[in-house]
């Protein structure tokens, strides 16, 4: 694989060409020539019999439109009623008979200027009544009832009032004909005798009946406002209102004489007091006639198979071409289209090569990702060939494209931006293969759904949870494409068909995943959560042959997988290479400080040089044996960088104690500094948790001295020079000690003392 990456500029240049090829081939085998040999327009006569080749269904838009209009032109005009108007006719039938009652007596400037002063009415000495009450509480009884008393006392209150001297009928008639010129005078002549005979007879003591009058005015002119007024009915309402002999108002409460003079005169006024209360409600009204359109079934026209769909010489119509046109009956000319779409094809898959060097140059560096890119595109381009397979006779058939497939394959096997562009060539080899312009704006956002999903998993119970969630999003991403390029009556099936289609994508999506993984040698979301399996049979094989390893193992993955998640970086990578960092250790375990229960320190009886070589080993032990077990590169990667070329301090301490001048060459790693952040961060949890388990071996640890012990092994690292070809920042280094202080203060949280256990004893009671 070396010689690929050396020369990788000419294998890509290669795989591009192969692509092309191939994407080529995908979209023009089986499908018909290019320019139609005859031309067939709306309104020409047809240059020859068309006969359908197979049943067939068109939309007729025509048809559609002509039964929405004339839905539209059945729905009445909707109609309010302004309450407004309502209340000015019902103040001004009130102000009239107030007009009525003022001017009946004169007002005191006209009784001064006539000489009449005001009539003194008579003394009255009422008696009042003026209850007292006394209401005393007796507890006595058991429901608390209460008794009481209760006096009157009587007090005399004398009146006195003075009466205006009465208007002169005639005058009285003339002011109201002046102020209510629409009113007839037998009209107003009625009101000035009712009212007049009804102060008499209130006078004489009897009860007034005028008040009856005014609310039956009141009570007919509420009832006709509020059924409504259009202008166009005004005119005739105020005839039949104004038509003395045949009044439609009935006076309850009066004599016949009275009703005679009285149900004229109110008909009379509430003639010229009506006003047009009922307008028409355009908006509603709109609303209305757009719903009655839009509840029309779409109109279709069938051609069975064998029927005519036009006969030569008659005049075509939008139907009948697409009939002709979806069934293919036109011959066409075999090249030029297919030119075009192999041009078309090829410039899509050179947009995704620029892309991707653009993007992400180390996917354009490694031969495998750039090879495996082009198998994708090839897919791709023959999946966009379903629709037409399937969807001759039911169009939204075609939602079943697996588009969404592609963007969860390159999101798990490249990156989220990887997988976003992967969107541009799906949608042009839809549209290339379609010529369905909702089709084609599904197929690219289908490819995006399933990114922002799948990107972040950490456990396959997320993983499935995406790929149901990516399924989910593509029924209303269809259902609104259908129902905008197509219409609302077939927007659901187009949506249930997305939903299934979704599904089987991403269950084809995973079978094919582990495949190209294991083909190409991949590292995905997949292959860590493989790793991250205590099952695995590398983790078994430490567990069994260096149990002490494996435990610090899954502490130092914890550790790891926590300050990854603190700082964005891969939390699974990060944990899958301190599982497996000190693989190594298997082949001597018992040279090593946590597999050593109970047997004396081997390496008190070795030189120290010897001592540091056999440590040094497990670095190069670990590859060999990851290697073995087909581990994935990015793990050997950390097994290798772990301890980068890092100082074997206690060996080179013990040496000095033998020889000051000793070379610390010697005892220095012979691996390699960390080229990434998640190997950065295995070092330092590495590191970290030896130290750790040495201060619990010394004393109680306590998050404060926890925090120093790992602000040292950190500044240990970088005045090293170990972590200088990392991507950590200082910022990242902060998050990731605080993250690693909250681990092990956790794991190393205080434990009460039990009785009659090894340790401090506790009290009794």
């Known amino acids: 694989m070396s010689f690929f990456k050396r020369h990788s500029l000419p294998v890509n240049l290669l795989v591009i060409s192969i692509t092309i090829v191939f994407v080529g081939a995908a979209l023009v085998v089986g499908r018909g020539g290019g320019e139609p040999l005859i031309q067939i327009n709306v309104g020409d006569p047809s240059p020859q019999d068309f006969v359908a080749n197979r049943t067939i269904e068109i939309p007729d838009q025509a048809a559609t439109e002509t039964q929405r209009q004339l839905a539209r032109n059945n729905v009445k005009a909707e109609w309010t009623i302004d309450p407004g108007v309502t209340r000015e006719v ?122 009856a009058i005014e609310d039956a005015a009141d009570s007919e002119v509420t009832r006709l406002m509020n059924a409504g007024i259009r202008d166009t009915e005004l005119s005739d309402i105020q005839n039949e ?19 005679e003079l009285a149900e004229p005169a109110v008909g009379q006024l509430i003639a010229i007091m009506l006003r047009g209360n009922e307008v028409e409600d355009a908006a509603a009204t709109e609303t209305a006639r757009e719903e009655a359109a839009a509840a029309v ?30 069934l293919g009956l036109i011959e066409r000319d075999p090249g030029t289209s297919r030119k075009a779409i192999v041009l078309l094809g090829a410039i899509a898959v050179l947009l995704a090569a620029f892309f991707l ?9 490694e031969p495998r990702h750039f090879a495996l890119l082009g198998i994708l595109l090839v897919l791709a381009a023959l999946a966009s060939r379903i629709p037409e397979i399937i969807a001759r006779d039911t169009p939204q058939f075609g939602f079943l494209l697996p588009a969404m497939m592609f963007g969860y394959i390159a999101a798990i ?88 289609g979704g599904v089987v994508a991403g269950l084809a999506a995973q079978g094919l995943l582990s495949f190209l993984e294991n083909l190409f040698r991949m590292t995905t979301t997949l292959t860590l959560l493989d790793l ?73 009886e070795l030189d120290p040089v010897e001592s540091a070589e056999i440590i040094r080993a497990h670095v190069s032990d670990g590859q060999r044996l990851a ?16 301890h980068g070329t890092g100082l074997m301090r206690y060996f080179y301490h013990k040496a000095l104690e033998q020889d000051p001048g000793t070379d610390p060459d010697l005892f220095r790693h012979h691996g390699q500094k960390p080229q990434r952040k998640e190997t950065a961060i295995l070092m330092i949890s590495d590191a970290v948790e030896g130290a750790a388990r040495a201060l619990a071996q010394e004393e109680d640890p306590t998050a404060e001295s926890i925090k120093k012990v790992i602000d040292a092994v950190v500044g240990e690292k970088l005045d090293d020079g170990q972590l200088d070809e990392s991507a950590l ?17 956790g794991y190393y949280h205080t434990r009460i003392p039990y009785p009659g256990f090894p340790g401090p004893q506790v009290e009794s009671g």
Request: net charge negative; charged share 20%.
């Open 90 to 211: 019902r103040n001004n039938i009130a102000l009239f008979f107030s007009d009525l009652e003022s001017l009946a007596t004169l007002t005191p400037d006209e009784a001064d200027a006539l000489g009449l002063t005001e009539e003194p009415a008579d003394t009255t000495v009422a008696e009042t009544t003026v209850p007292e009450t006394t209401a005393a509480a007796d507890d006595t009884s058991s429901t608390g009832a209460e008794d009481s008393t209760s006096s009157t006392t009587e007090a005399e209150t004398t009146t006195t009032s003075s009466t205006l001297p009465p208007r002169d009928p005639e005058d009285w008639a003339q002011l109201l004909r002046d102020d209510y010129r629409l009113l007839p005078t037998e009209a107003i002549t009625a009101f000035i005798t009712l009212y007049s005979d009804d102060r008499a007879r209130v006078a004489e003591g009897e009860p007034s009946t005028f008040g």
């Open 357 to 365: 060097w653009r993007i992400a140059p180390g996917e354009w560096s």
């Open 413 to 500: 096997l490249y990156e989220p931006r990887t997988a976003v562009l992967f969107s541009v060539p799906v949608a042009a080899f839809t549209a290339i293969s379609t010529a369905d312009v909702g089709l084609t704006v599904f197929a690219g956002a289908a490819t995006v759904a399933p990114v922002a999903f799948v990107s972040s998993v950490s456990s396959r119970r997320e993983l499935r949870i995406a790929v149901a969630a990516s399924a989910l999003v593509l029924a209303p991403l269809a259902f609104a494409t259908e129902w905008v390029f197509t219409g609302y009556s077939t927007a659901g099936k187009a949506g249930l068909f997305a939903l299934i």
């Open 241 to 259: 209102y104004a038509d003395a002999e045949n009044p439609p108002v009935f006076i309850p409460g009066l004599s016949a004489d009275e009703r």
């Open 532 to 604: 991250t399996d205590r099952n695995h049979p590398a983790l078994r094989l430490i567990e069994e042959k260096a149990p002490g390893t494996f435990n610090h193992s899954m502490l130092v993955g914890t550790l790891a997988g926590k300050a990854a998640r603190a700082i964005g970086a891969d939390t699974l990578l990060a944990q899958a290479t301190a599982f497996y960092h000190d693989l190594g250790k298997t082949e001597n375990p018992q040279y090593y400080i946590e597999n050593q229960f109970g047997v004396s320190n081997p390496h008190d």
């Open 627 to 642: 290697r073995r077990f087909r581990l994935p590169p990015e793990v050997i990667d950390g097994i290798r960088m772990h």
């Open 297 to 326: 079934e779409p109109q279709t026209r069938t051609y069975l198979a064998g029927a005519e769909i036009v006969a030569a010489g008659e005049t075509l119509d939008q139907v009948q071409i697409d009939a002709i046109d979806q």
């Open 729 to 745: 920042t200082f910022g990242d280094l902060t998050a990731v000690k605080h993250a690693m202080v909250e681990a092990l203060v």
